[in-house]
Structure formats: structure tokens, C-alpha cells
């Protein structure tokens, strides 16, 4: 059972959103009322899954490039735009999982149903690998000519891969807030859900680098379905631990379409296109609030987008309690316009991660045409810098802590040194430096076999993934803190998600450059499948430029950006 808001419930639909809302888990039972004190149980174990998640995807994620090539066989363009395409998809499954959370079923029952996804998906890649008849009988080595899979061989290892892109992008949409919304009865320390979204991005990382070391070392040296293999392992012991956590959960029931909230604006807005902002004295019009609507965050009146605006305006005649399609209140118009101001430093997100994207592609077959060897015996995976990068994040970390920060304080007189928009700039800055190292790097190793030399070795990739690992410590926990914190409160999920759909949209991206650039230059053109007899410095270069235009827009944008604006707490109304 609920319990009405103070004053009554008039039947708005503010008052009805925000008693489901506030419905959680009573002894693992999601929709009991009963309210609990924070548990360090919950949070802890989500970090757990996390940890465990992070470990399976990336394991088929980091070397799936690596697996494209030498045992399905495919060419350097074909391997790079399907990685792209499946990280896309990868990435744009979260809106939509978002949308189910907070629409229908509930971030608990989202991630139950991905679970199901995910262990499908990676039992039949495990397979796919392990059954001779479902892959080529030999190996291929980059640069040489081999006859690719059939086309059942490609079907069932791509309906593996999209099968896991659901699961894992069902997972990505709810973890993240389910893990936060832990705190929310923990107010008196605010701090606890800050270091909760620090521990969330570490456990990402770290599951990266254990994937990005052993689980590459195992599959490129003794068996690919070994790997996949203990990447299902994982999941299904993280499955276990998350169900087997259910009685200590703060469960919140799906608290209605944030779309509609938005619709409702735009169309009272446009039926109120021609009612004005001031009265005929000159005083500003009336505006509607819902002052009993306590548990909501209430936000101030912003300039800009005034058309907006109108949404909220007391006509004249017009009563407050009137349907919800002509009347909307100053937080929810306020909530659309945070929405639209949020849009262009999301497109630059995009672009970002696109940039970001080369890591993950062209950065390993750039490897994977050097010397891997290190000391003349042992030999890196190629994959395995992909995950060293959170060991030099680690660095950029200890740097940022210790001198960057104390610095920006002593300039800006901030608390926290930079904000958050500071930051994300700072982040696509170093992603310029990357992709530019990365073309001089190629550049150097082109001209070396040219001239008849020993392949370069792997060691000079260093740098440049060193400056991504800065990218990732300056942007990747300020660009979830921003679209999180920015968001209205009914809103914070499908916000959340817009970090992954701007991933999402970067990979697709980065496809559609792959493409064009395979169809303009021609053959062998600048992705050869040999890279020896192209030039990978090239697409690079080209994606230098592309950052640079990208860090000049953001600049632009984020110094015109309007921050949320909280009201003031109302005091309520005391009777004599």
C-alpha cells in the first residue's frame, strides 16, 4: 500500500508518480513499503556484479577485432566496422532498457531479464568457439590471404555476439542507478553515493584490465572458448550473487514514462503559443508550482527558451487543477529545458566517442602489425594494452588528486577545482594528443618497413594509450556525474543512458568513417588489409581533425551552458 502525499491527493498525476515512486523491497519483495536504513550490503554487492560483468563483456569485447581476423577470417575493414556496429548496438540497447526501468518493469526486474539474455548469448559464443564445425579449421595471421567462414559460421557467432550485446546492454541501463538509489535514505552522507560512482568506475576498469591481460593471454595462446568460457563463469557467479542479495535491496517500482512528461510540455506550449509572459501592467504572468510535491526536486526558473515557459502560465480563468495537458509546473518545464540545453554537449559527446572508439579498434591492429615481443621471449597480447591503461589510469588519477586539482583550486577558489564541464574539456583535449601520437607512431612504423627495417615494437603504443587514460580520468566519471546530476529527478534514468547512447552513436560513427574511407581510397587504400601496404597514420590524422573541430564546439557550448537551478525548500503552511 502507498500512502498519500501531505495535504490529500487531488488525483494529479505528480502525486500519483511520486507514491510509486517511493514504493521499495520489504524482506525481497519489491513493492513493499516499508522504508530501511542504509545497508552497505546492497551497494557492495552491485560493485561485485559489476567487477564480475565487466570482466565477461570486455573478454569478448577487447579481442573480438583479434577473433574477427585470424580465426573467422575477416578482412581489416570488415572486422573494424562490425566491432563498431555490434559496440553501437552494444551501447544504444541501455535507452531502451532505460525506457522499460522506468516505464514498465523496474531497474531489479530489467537486469533480471538481461541476465537471461547475457548467459544465452555467452554459452553460444563459448560454443561457437569450442565446436570445430562452427569455425574454420586453421588459423589466419594478420596480413595473409585466407579463405573467410561460412556463412552458418558467421550467423551463429554474430547471434551469440547480439544476444550478449542485449544482456549487457539491459545491464548498463539499471546497475548504475539501482546502485546509487541505494543511498537515497543515506542523506546524512552525501559523500557515500559520490565514492559509490568512484568504486563503480574502478570495478569497470579493473574487470577490463583481468580481461585485457589473462583472459586475452588465454585466448590468444590456449584456447578461445577457454576464455569466453570463464567470462560465462563470471556472469553466472554474478547472476547468483545479485539474486541471492535481493532481501537487502531498496527497490523502486517504475515511476511512469518520463516521455510523456516531456510531450505534455512541448504540446501545452504549443497550445499556449500565444499567451503572454507579463501582464498588461508590466508584472510577470502567474506560474503554475506543486508545492506539496515534497519528495520532488523542485527547480528554479532559468532564462532562455522562453517559449517553454508558457507551458506553466496561469491563463487567465484558467485554474490550477486543470488537466495535465494545458498546465504543466515550473519543474517540469524546467525539466525539458535542461533536456535541450543538454543536447549539444551530448552531440560532442558523440563525437568523442568516436574518437575514443580508435582504442578498441584501430589501435589493436596498429599492434598487431608490431613486435609483441618484449625482452625477445615473452609476447603481449595485443589486446592486453587496451587493459595496461588502467594501470597508467591509476597514474593519471594520483597526478590529478595531487597536483591538478589542488592547482585549479588555488586559481578558480573552487572547493572542488574544476567542474564538470572543465573536466569533459580537458578529457576530448587529451584524446587530440592520442590520435595525434598515434598517427606519428604509424607514420614511423610505416617507414620503417619501407626501408627494409625490424618491425617496431609494441612499447611505442605506450604513449598513446597513456594520453587515453588521461582522456578517461579527466571525461569518462565526469560525463556520467553530468548527465546524472543535471537531470531532473523523474528523469535520471533516461539521462544516465544518454552517456551510453552518445557511446552508442560513436561507434556507428566510426563505422560509417571506416566505410566511407574503405570506399574513397580505394584498394589497397588507407585499411589495407595488409597495413604495411596502407596508411593507417592517415585515418588517424583524419580523426585528429575531426577532435580538434569537436574540442573547439565544445568549447563554445559549454561556456554558453546553463546549469540546473534547485528552488528553495518551501516552508510548509502552519495553522494557528
Not at 508584472?283 to 508550482?289: G, I, M, T, V
Not at 596498429?366 to 615473452?378: E, H
Not at 544518454?498 to 574513397?520: D, I, M, P, R
Amino acid at each position: 500500500m502507498t500512502t498519500p502525499p501531505p495535504g490529500g491527493s487531488n488525483g494529479n498525476h505528480h502525486h500519483r508518480r511520486q507514491q510509486v515512486s517511493s514504493m521499495e523491497s520489504g524482506g525481497g519483495a519489491p513493492g513493499a513499503a516499508a522504508r530501511r536504513r542504509f545497508n552497505w550490503k546492497a551497494p557492495a554487492i552491485v560493485l561485485v556484479f559489476e567487477l564480475l560483468e565487466s570482466i565477461a563483456f570486455s573478454g569478448v569485447a577487447l579481442n573480438l577485432v583479434v577473433y574477427l581476423a585470424t580465426v573467422l577470417h575477416g578482412s581489416t575493414a570488415f572486422n573494424a566496422a562490425h566491432v563498431d556496429t555490434w559496440n553501437g548496438t552494444t551501447f544504444i540497447v541501455p535507452v531502451i532498457g532505460a525506457f522499460l526501468a522506468d516505464s514498465y518493469w523496474g531497474k531489479y526486474r530489467t537486469i533480471l531479464a538481461s541476465i537471461a539474455f547475457y548467459l544465452v548469448g555467452l554459452v553460444l559464443l563459448t560454443v561457437s568457439a569450442a565446436v570445430p564445425s562452427l569455425r574454420p579449421g586453421t588459423a589466419c595471421q594478420m596480413g595473409s590471404s585466407c579463405a573467410p567462414a561460412t556463412k552458418t559460421q558467421f550467423s551463429v557467432f554474430f547471434a551469440a555476439l547480439y544476444l550478449t550485446s542485449i544482456g549487457t546492454g539491459g545491464v548498463k541501463s539499471a546497475l548504475l542507478p539501482f546502485g546509487a538509489e541505494q543511498y537515497d535514505d543515506d542523506a546524512e552522507r552525501p559523500e557515500r553515493k559520490q565514492a559509490f560512482f568512484s568504486w563503480f568506475f574502478a570495478a569497470i576498469n579493473l574487470g577490463i584490465f583481468i580481461a585485457g591481460t589473462l583472459i586475452s593471454w588465454l585466448e590468444q595462446n590456449v584456447a578461445w572458448a577457454l576464455g569466453f568460457g570463464i567470462g560465462t563463469a563470471c556472469l553466472l557467479a554474478a547472476a547468483l550473487a545479485f539474486v541471492a542479495g535481493t532481501p537487502w535491496y531498496r527497490v523502486q517500482m517504475p515511476t511512469g514514462s518520463p516521455l510523456k512528461d516531456i510531450i505534455r510540455v512541448l504540446v501545452a506550449a504549443f497550445r499556449k503559443r500565444r499567451v503572454r509572459l507579463e501582464r498588461e501592467d508590466g508584472a510577470a504572468a502567474p506560474l503554475h508550482e506543486d508545492d506539496d510535491a515534497k519528495d520532488e526536486q523542485r527547480l528554479a526558473r532559468t532564462k532562455g527558451l522562453r517559449c517553454l515557459d508558457r507551458a506553466a502560465v496561469i491563463a487567465k480563468g484558467e485554474a490550477a487543477a486543470e488537466g495535465a495537458w494545458s498546465l504543466c509546473t515550473v519543474s517540469e518545464v524546467e525539466g525539458v529545458k535542461i533536456l535541450v540545453r543538454m543536447l549539444p554537449i551530448w552531440a560532442t559527446c558523440v563525437l568523442y566517442a568516436a574518437s575514443l572508439g580508435q582504442m578498441t579498434t584501430t589501435f589493436i591492429q596498429q599492434g598487431m602489425a608490431m613486435d609483441a615481443r618484449l625482452g625477445g621471449r615473452f609476447k603481449v597480447p595485443v589486446a592486453s594494452l587496451v587493459s595496461v591503461e588502467v594501470v597508467f589510469m591509476l597514474l593519471w588519477v594520483a597526478l590529478h588528486d595531487a597536483a591538478v586539482i589542488p592547482l585549479a583550486r588555488r586559481v578558480t577558489g573552487r572547493p572542488g577545482g574544476l567542474t564538470q564541464l572543465q573536466r569533459m574539456g580537458v578529457g576530448r583535449f587529451l584524446v587530440v594528443l592520442a590520435l595525434g601520437t598515434a598517427a606519428l607512431v604509424e607514420r614511423r612504423r610505416l617507414r620503417g618497413v619501407g626501408g627494409g627495417g625490424a618491425a617496431m615494437s609494441i612499447a611505442w603504443q605506450v604513449p598513446q594509450f597513456v594520453l587515453v587514460a588521461g582522456s578517461d580520468v579527466f571525461c569518462g566519471i565526469a560525463q556520467l556525474e553530468f548527465f546524472y546530476g543535471e537531470a531532473p529527478a523523474a528523469m535520471r534514468s533516461i539521462c544516465s543512458a544518454f552517456s551510453f547512447l552518445a557511446l552508442s552513436l560513436g561507434f556507428y560513427v566510426n563505422s560509417l568513417v571506416v566505410t566511407l574511407v574503405a570506399a574513397v581510397t580505394g584498394r589497397p587504400g588507407w585499411l589495407a588489409p595488409d597495413l604495411n601496404a596502407g596508411h593507417l597514420d592517415y585515418y588517424f590524422w583524419l580523426w585528429t581533425v575531426i577532435s580538434v573541430a569537436n574540442l573547439l564546439l565544445y568549447m563554445v557550448l559549454a561556456a554558453r551552458y546553463t546549469p540546473k537551478q534547485v528552488a528553495a525548500a518551501v516552508e510548509p503552511a502552519t495553522s494557528d
